[in-house]
């Protein structure tokens, strides 16, 4: 595709998005005008706050101001339609911008750009957008309602603040969680799937029963708060878009039952105001308190996750730790202290069972003259190369490790000395058998075995008596002429 092609294709697909939100927008405000309870002028929600508000969160700041330039132009535009002044309307319009600018402004700088309210601070900035910031935003609206229609100051006030700060509570998390693609559980296992579905369907029919005509304010049998062991069980199994949207499903029931005069808050005696005021503050104590309970909920499981990956990583750091202090760094088998406790250990097994046991120790022949001859980094290298060729020819269960310098011992449970002979025998022709390629030529080396028994018939030897016994079996071994293995 060329690029001309490919800059048609950006362009109908960003002027799609911004068709689709200017559409989906003014949806929300007929919503918010169709809700209108008449002649109060008052609405129980208003929707399109909360949307313009969770679009421009999860938008890059440069396109604020118009999208805030659409929502004053929309607002304008819809109040005049429902018959209100040009300028009224543009002073509605303004009050709701108004909110939404200083709403995102302050989440964005207190909880950085695309917030997901999955925390407990976010929640907590939200509900202070919702109420104070929308306090300032309101006022504004209530004084033009004073002013245009002599409506009680506070009254308006009131009506205006609730309306807007239940659009921001309830609708903007829903938006935030949809445009986040965030799951709606955690997990997807299909046991989980089963119990969402079942969530959600209990709290529709619960909600039905609790807001529908079945339900007499002055005799119910359900109250309300009954509601809430169903949101601390979403709580703990859905997402903050999950509980998010169960909200919304709440709401919807709630407002739309209510209107119709149905439900637990509808009192015979009351006015339809009344009975939305009432309601404006069971959902927005419900509201909040969902989303709350669900940040706590999701911030102790990150805290305990991050508990657990960093008890992992000491568990991790100490397993390497331990390793290093029995390890010789330079031929990676044990060093000479964890030879010495594994020694202890297989002698005293072998004691306590009657059970033969052999210790071969070996030395590498001439190898000063290997270093002063190759270089130090040729005999290193001879170092690892025989702990590697010896470290082939043993079992799991024997132990081999680095006596001192270029002294190593093996040691041979269940094994013996008969046994050992043949298996240093064995190794030594390997060790001989290694070459490696220096500067200075071919450097290559030979072994001096001395091995010893364990004696069974007398009081058990400690690893040190043991392993100076077969240092003597090895000096025999060079006093006879080296490259050779000698039994004790």
């Known amino acids: 595709m060329s690029e001309t092609e490919n800059s048609g294709t950006r362009y109908w697909k960003l002027a799609g998005d911004w068709a689709l939100i200017v559409f989906v927008y003014w949806l929300c405000v007929r919503l918010g005008l169709f809700m209108f309870i008449q002649p109060e002028r008052f609405s129980p929600l208003w929707p399109a706050s909360g949307l313009m508000l969770g679009i421009m969160l999860n938008r890059p700041r440069r396109h604020w101001a118009y999208l805030l330039s659409i929502m004053l132009a929309i607002n304008t535009i819809s109040n005049m339609g429902n018959g209100n002044s040009l300028l009224v309307s543009l002073g509605y319009g303004f009050s709701n911008t108004l909110l939404v ?24 900035i939200l509900m202070l957008a919702a109420s104070l ?3 300032v935003s309101s006022l504004l609206a209530a004084a033009i309602s004073a002013l245009a229609y002599q409506s009680p100051l506070w009254n308006a006030w009131a009506i205006w603040w609730a309306a807007d ?5 309830i609708v903007t998390p829903v938006v935030v969680g949809w445009a986040n693609n965030q799951r ?9 799937l089963v119990e969402t579905g079942l969530i959600i369907f209990v709290t529709f029919v619960f909600s039905f029963l609790l807001f529908g005509p079945w339900t007499q304010a002055e005799h119910p049998v359900l109250r309300n708060y009954m509601l809430y062991p169903l949101l601390f069980w979403a709580a703990f199994r859905l997402s903050t878009r999950g509980m998010a949207n169960l909200l919304l499903l709440i709401s919807i029931i709630a407002i739309g039952c209510t209107i119709q005069g149905y439900g637990i808050f509808s009192f015979a005696n009351q006015t339809r105001v009344e009975h939305m005021v009432s309601l404006q503050v069971f959902l927005a104590v419900t509201a909040f308190s969902g989303l709350f309970i669900s940040a706590i909920i999701l911030e102790r499981g990150r805290a305990q996750a991050g508990t657990e990956a960093a008890n992992n990583a000491l568990q991790a750091a100490l397993a390497r730790a331990e390793e290093l202090a029995q390890i010789d760094p330079l031929t990676g088998i044990y060093n000479r202290r964890h030879l010495y406790d594994r020694a202890e250990h297989e002698i005293e097994v072998a004691a306590r069972y009657q059970q033969p046991l052999a210790v071969v120790m070996f030395d590498i022949d001439h190898f000063k003259l290997v270093n002063d001859t190759f270089g130090h980094a040729a005999g290193d290298q001879l170092l690892k190369e025989m702990a590697v060729v010896v470290s082939a020819g043993l079992r ?19 094994t013996a000395v008969d046994q050992a002979f043949v298996l240093a025998e064995r190794l030594r022709q390997a060790a001989r058998n290694l070459r490696i390629q220096t500067a200075k030529g071919e450097a290559s080396i030979t072994l001096s075995m001395g091995i010893v028994g364990m004696r069974l018939d007398a009081t058990p030897e400690s690893a040190e008596e043991i392993f100076r016994r077969a240092d003597e079996a090895m000096y025999a071994a060079k006093q006879s002429g080296r490259d050779r293995t000698v039994i004790l």
């Not at 950085?112 to 976010?122: A, E, L, V």
């Open 184 to 192: 709606l559980i955690p997990t997807g296992t299909a046991l989980q």
């Open 101 to 124: 600018g200083l709403g995102g402004a302050l989440l964005a700088q207190l909880c950085g750009p695309r917030p997901t309210f999955d925390r407990i601070g976010s929640v907590l």
């Open 165 to 169: 700060g239940l659009g921001v509570l």
């Open 133 to 135: 910031v929308n306090g």
């Open 396 to 414: 799991s269960a024997d132990v081999f490790g680095r006596y001192g310098g270029e002294e190593f011992v093996v040691v041979l449970p269940h």
